[in-house]
């Protein structure tokens, strides 16, 4: 691979030597730039990111050449414009190499010390940023010691033309910094001004609290001219050292109103235009387009987006848009292509170069960039428009969606149109759905049918995608429209065809002689209009979950549910909250068609409103009171094994060989692997599932595990909502089949869900850190068991709770385990619940420390007691003179085991033995790892009379079996058995996984079910099942033989 890219750099030296560009120290004149010369601007995260951390990242000469090589006239890198010695470096390598450079600076600081209270962000809802004010001294002063140290590197350093700045939130809040801030600093000011006296109002009803005082326009123009204020004061600064030293600033001032109005007009001169750097054209757009669709969405995008910043009439400022690698199917030939097309529109294009590994993709990426920079400086636009060269990195008869095309159509369904009108019926009204969509159809006749599509959307992309399937999950057809179009087909009365729309668009149907459903099972999404919702409750139902949400207080709406006899039931409101979840008793008057009117609110727009319906129902609903079709998913759905899609097969992150291994154990009936449940259709930033534990009530097993943004917190996305601690799913054939997940914060009160905040309040500290309320259940991490009599247990982030009919129902125990009648501090617990006959159900683990206080360990074994089902809790505890985590416990011969990770190094397990009302005896094993070790699974193989273990290693991402004799259990010498599986990539880098805690051992079909989560520590992240002999001796030949 080394002599493969020094080749590439090579041909690049030619290319580039042909124009006269690639000479040492030899550069055009800055003030050519995003004229005469295009704007090639890369911001590298790739070449320079060689080594172990970010202490040894360095903007090497070899990097800075091979830059230049590939045609890019500016190189930014992304780490190190904090260290102004850094920064003079790189301009003088960049000056001897013959290029441009600007150092990268966030257009944020970051504020999490006890010194930035009351000088922090504040949106208009009262939420606090963790980023300081733009009205802080503090903020200016970082400022611009920093700006004006990079103006005067600039003034001798001629390679050095300006500094990058990125005004992107990564905290609460709009996504661009800033707006109106409504902290103390500015507010008290404002109020000094008015000559007001003091008064106390919180920051979350300032804003409301301006406009009713008729205040609020001043407010505003009192803080942007303070915002201009300091700018001009700044540029005043720059200008004393280099007059013509630029600001890039992403994003554009369409995002951000402190860009808009204060940065664009007053740090941008003559001399020293602003750059607007627009990221509108990073990838691909969403859908599977055609790489000819998505250049063409993205230049609409462009024009769009461009015209939208002229309109602000804003002086002295050019345009380039970016290209970001690391997005979906955003392929080397598509960031080639892009780059002219950008270039032949504005003033030239940046790159978020990010996603490419240096030694393997990289080269690809560099050779198209190359292929695109000479065409740009050669005025060769059209090469963006050339017939594609290189396969699309999807099948182009396959459009992507969320929702997982071929999961969707694996599901098996009932379908039945309605043919009597339902007494609720009112006429179609327009109406505007966005993202994307599944749609399930039946025709009426046997003939051509047209379905017509219109997309409103006229200020965004204006491609949308579809793709139209039969019942068979064959592609009948496929295309793309930019305003509106007619899909037709030749179709079969009675047949079942599932239409899936993508893109960022808003659409209304037209389906002629047919009666459809819309799939709203995670969510439906209205925007602007609306038309009634019509969908069915079946008559087994006595109460169902509806809720609406929508931005308020700008975005509101109103609703009336009507019942099949067209009874007004209940209104729900989004006006004073964003939120309105009710719980509807529909026990006599159940059956039918009941609808759904949502309306403008008295205040506020009607714009974005989400509409979710409870797992009590199908979750499809219909537009057209003529054209019902009631569609019933069936409960289990088909699990795949390993001849699994691409999805599971990029999350496992295995080798072909790995899968080889598999097909063949599972041939001889010893191993099996399958997924059980994956992010294919994630809510929001909830795309991580983990953590599973499992138990089992007579034949059905059932697991629960967590659904949230991630395992590492920087680059995983917002908390919300949409964050579940408790998600059930059932089987009854041993995991072939699974049903839908369950939320068990689905039988939890509103208030209960919500109690201290949306985020539990053991993982405030990780995923809302300014969040300090002490209201919630103390409980980290989650452990589940059966009772003797076949009850289901389950403890997690939301408290206790229980299924007395393995699983089908549950109950919440609102008042177990949490703050005001738990007076202990929060404690983490192992992954399994035993219910002792003397001393009832218990729970293990030890203290975690408060909210305040993350990850504050004790040297503690404590032992949760319950003697009334789980209604409520004792505890008993005992020093063991280690931080021990996460103990996995077993009951033999009388006596409690455990096997426990050591975290005083997070290095090794030890074991522990315990009877009740004694102090455990700690044994030291040989379970040592270099770093990183992880919860286990520990249980009695009936069948070898052996203890086994599944551990995971994740230093190189394994997992293995291991055994030992009960009666050398104090000797804590374990044998290594063999391994279960061997993923690629670096644990917490850009792999994660497994915690095969808490599997199930099913002594009647001779068998063990472990249950592991595997995927990306920020990103996507699936449950599977390992499903494994119980005959250890051949499972372990067989493995054993398998691996080199």
């Given at each position: 691979m080394k002599h493969y890219r020094t080749t590439s750099v090579c041909l690049f030296l030619l290319a580039w030597g042909s124009l006269g560009l690639c000479e040492e120290g030899d550069m055009p004149s800055s003030r050519q730039l995003g004229r005469t010369d295009k704007f090639r601007v890369l911001v590298d995260k790739v070449l320079m990111q060689q080594g172990p951390d970010s202490k040894t990242w360095r903007m090497k000469d070899e990097y800075i050449r091979e830059i230049r090589d590939a045609g890019f006239n500016v190189v930014v890198p992304r780490y190190g414009g904090e260290d102004l010695a850094r920064v003079r470096d790189v301009a003088r390598r960049s000056q001897k190499h013959g290029i441009r450079y600007m150092p990268w600076l966030r257009g944020t600081l970051h504020a999490y010390y006890k010194n930035s209270d009351n000088k922090r962000m504040i949106w208009e809802n009262g939420v606090e940023s963790r980023m300081y004010s733009p009205n802080a001294d503090a903020f200016w002063q970082w400022w611009t010691r920093l700006i004006v140290g990079y103006a005067k590197i600039s003034a001798e350093e001629k390679s050095m033309i300006g500094v990058f700045l990125d005004f992107e939130n990564y905290f609460k809040g709009k996504s661009a910094a800033y707006d109106l801030s409504y902290d103390d600093i500015i507010f008290q000011a404002f109020i000094a001004a008015q000559n007001m006296k003091a008064i106390a109002v919180a920051p979350k009803d300032r804003h409301a609290w301006l406009a009713e005082q008729g205040l609020h326009q001043k407010f505003a123009d009192f803080q942007i001219d303070r915002w201009r204020t300091k700018c001009r004061a700044l540029r005043q600064a720059i200008d004393a050292v280099n007059p013509r030293f630029q600001l890039f600033v992403y994003p554009t001032p369409v995002e951000s109103l402190f860009i808009q109005k204060a940065v664009a007009q007053e740090l941008a001169t003559k001399q020293a235009p602003m750059v607007i750097a627009d990221w509108r054209t990073y990838g691909r757009p969403p859908g599977?387009?055609?790489?000819?669709?998505?250049?063409?969405?993205?230049?609409?995008?462009?024009?769009?987006?461009?015209?939208?910043?002229?309109?602000?009439?804003?002086?002295?400022?050019?345009?380039?848009?970016?290209?970001?690698?690391?997005?979906?199917?955003?392929?080397?030939?598509?960031?080639?292509?892009?780059?002219?097309?950008?270039?032949?529109?504005?003033?030239?294009?940046?790159?978020?170069?990010?996603?490419?590994?240096?030694?393997?993709?990289?080269?690809?990426?560099?050779?198209?960039?190359?292929?695109?920079?000479?065409?740009?400086?050669?005025?060769?636009?059209?090469?963006?428009?050339?017939?594609?060269?290189?396969?699309?990195?999807?099948?182009?008869?396959?459009?992507?969606?969320?929702?997982?095309?071929?999961?969707?159509?694996?599901?098996?369904?009932?379908?039945?149109?309605?043919?009597?009108?339902?007494?609720?019926?009112?006429?179609?009204?327009?109406?505007?759905?966005?993202?994307?969509?599944?749609?399930?159809?039946?025709?009426?006749?046997?003939?051509?049918?047209?379905?017509?599509?219109?997309?409103?959307?006229?200020?965004?992309?204006?491609?949308?995608?579809?793709?139209?399937?039969?019942?068979?999950?064959?592609?009948?057809?496929?295309?793309?429209?930019?305003?509106?179009?007619?899909?037709?087909?030749?179709?079969?009365?009675?047949?079942?065809?599932?239409?899936?729309?993508?893109?960022?668009?808003?659409?209304?149907?037209?389906?002629?002689?047919?009666?459809?459903?819309?799939?709203?099972?995670?969510?439906?999404?209205?925007?602007?209009?609306?038309?009634?919702?019509?969908?069915?409750?079946?008559?087994?139902?006595?109460?169902?979950?509806?809720?609406?949400?929508?931005?308020?207080?700008?975005?509101?709406?109103?609703?009336?549910?009507?019942?099949?006899?067209?009874?007004?039931?209940?209104?729900?409101?989004?006006?004073?909250?964003?939120?309105?979840?009710?719980?509807?008793?529909?026990?006599?008057?159940?059956?039918?068609?009941?609808?759904?009117?949502?309306?403008?609110?008295?205040?506020?727009?009607?714009?974005?409103?989400?509409?979710?319906?409870?797992?009590?129902?199908?979750?499809?609903?219909?537009?057209?009171?003529?054209?019902?079709?009631l569609v019933e998913p069936a409960e289990a759905r088909p699990a795949r094994t390993t001849g699994m899609d691409p999805f599971a097969r990029k999350l496992l992150g295995v080798t072909e060989s790995q899968l080889s291994v598999w097909r063949k154990g599972e041939e001889l009936g010893l191993i099996e692997v399958a997924p059980v449940h994956l992010p294919v259709n994630p809510p929001g930033d909830c795309n991580h599932y983990g953590w599973p534990v499992a138990t089992m009530a007579k034949d059905t097993l059932l697991v629960m595990h967590r659904r949230i943004p991630g395992h590492r917190r920087d680059g995983a996305g917002e908390p919300s909502d949409k964050m579940s601690y408790g998600v059930v799913l059932r089987s009854t054939d041993g995991g072939q089949q699974w049903s839908r997940p369950y939320d068990l914060r689905n039988c939890m009160t509103p208030e209960d869900r919500v109690r201290g905040g949306i985020v539990p309040l053991s993982h405030r500290a990780k995923f809302d850190p300014t969040n300090k309320s002490p209201l919630g259940y103390k409980v980290h991490l989650h452990a589940i068991g059966t009772t003797r009599d076949g009850n289901v247990i389950a403890v997690n982030n939301h408290g206790v709770f229980r299924s007395d009919d393995a699983g089908h129902t549950w109950k919440h125990f609102s008042k177990a385990l949490r703050e005001d009648t738990f007076a202990h501090p929060i404690i983490n617990i192992g992954p399994r619940i035993v219910d002792d006959p003397q001393h009832g159900l218990l729970v293990f683990g030890n203290w975690f420390g408060e909210v305040d206080e993350y990850h504050k360990y004790s040297k503690q074994l404590v032992a949760l007691r319950s003697r009334d089902g789980g209604k409520t809790w004792q505890t008993e505890e005992h020093p063991v003179g280690f931080k021990q985590y996460e103990p996995a416990v077993l009951h033999h011969n009388h006596q409690y085991l455990f096997v426990t990770r050591d975290q005083n190094q997070v290095r090794s397990h030890r074991q522990m033995t315990w009877l009740p009302g004694r102090k455990p005896r700690v044994t030291q094993t040989n379970l040592v790892d270099p770093r990183l070790v992880d919860t286990v699974d520990l249980s009695f193989n009936p069948e070898t009379g052996r203890l086994e273990m599944v551990r995971s290693e994740r230093h190189h991402m394994q997992l293995w079996l291991w055994s030992i004799d009960p009666k050398n259990w104090a000797t804590g010498q374990w044998r290594r058995e063999c391994r279960l599986m061997d993923r690629e990539g670096k644990f917490y880098a850009d792999a994660d996984g497994f915690h095969p805690a808490g599997a199930v051992v099913d002594t009647k079909r001779g068998l063990q079910h472990v249950f592991i989560y595997v995927g990306h520590p920020n990103g996507p992240a699936g449950v599977f099942r390992i499903t494994r002999s119980l005959s250890t001796p051949k499972l372990a030949e067989f493995l054993n033989a398998q691996t080199p």
């Open positions: 599977a387009m055609t790489s000819k669709e998505g250049l063409l969405s993205n230049r609409l995008y462009l024009e769009t987006k461009l015209n939208a910043n002229r309109e602000f009439d804003l002086p002295h400022t050019m345009y380039i848009s970016g290209i970001d690698p690391v997005l979906k199917h955003t392929d080397p030939e598509f960031c080639g292509r892009s780059a002219a097309m950008i270039s032949e529109k504005v003033d030239g294009y940046w790159v978020f170069y990010e996603g490419p590994q240096y030694k393997t993709t990289h080269p690809n990426y560099f050779r198209w960039f190359a292929r695109s920079n000479r065409a740009i400086v050669e005025g060769r636009y059209a090469f963006w428009k050339a017939k594609r060269e290189t396969p699309e990195p999807f099948s182009t008869t396959q459009i992507t969606h969320p929702k997982n095309i071929q999961q969707v159509l694996s599901e098996p369904i009932t379908v039945h149109p309605l043919v009597d009108m339902p007494e609720t019926a009112e006429p179609l009204r327009r109406y505007e759905l966005r993202d994307d969509q599944h749609i399930v159809i039946q025709p009426k006749v046997s003939e051509r049918l047209r379905i017509r599509l219109f997309n409103r959307n006229r200020k965004l992309t204006k491609i949308l995608t579809y793709a139209l399937y039969d019942s068979e999950g064959r592609q009948v057809v496929r295309g793309s429209l930019v305003d509106e179009t007619d899909v037709h087909f030749p179709a079969t009365a009675g047949e079942t065809y599932h239409l899936f729309l993508t893109g960022p668009g808003f659409y209304m149907l037209q389906i002629h002689d047919a009666a459809y459903a819309i799939d709203g099972r995670q969510n439906l999404h209205l925007r602007a209009y609306t038309t009634p919702l019509y969908f069915h409750v079946s008559a087994e139902v006595n109460s169902f979950t509806l809720t609406m949400r929508s931005g308020a207080p700008g975005e509101t709406a109103v609703a009336t549910l009507f019942d099949p006899q067209n009874r007004s039931v209940a209104a729900l409101r989004t006006v004073e909250q964003p939120i309105d979840q009710q719980t509807i008793d529909c026990r006599g008057h159940s059956n039918g068609y009941w609808k759904l009117v949502v309306d403008k609110a008295d205040q506020g727009a009607l714009d974005d409103v989400h509409i979710e319906f409870g797992p009590e129902l199908t979750g499809y609903c219909s537009l057209e009171p003529g054209k019902l079709l």
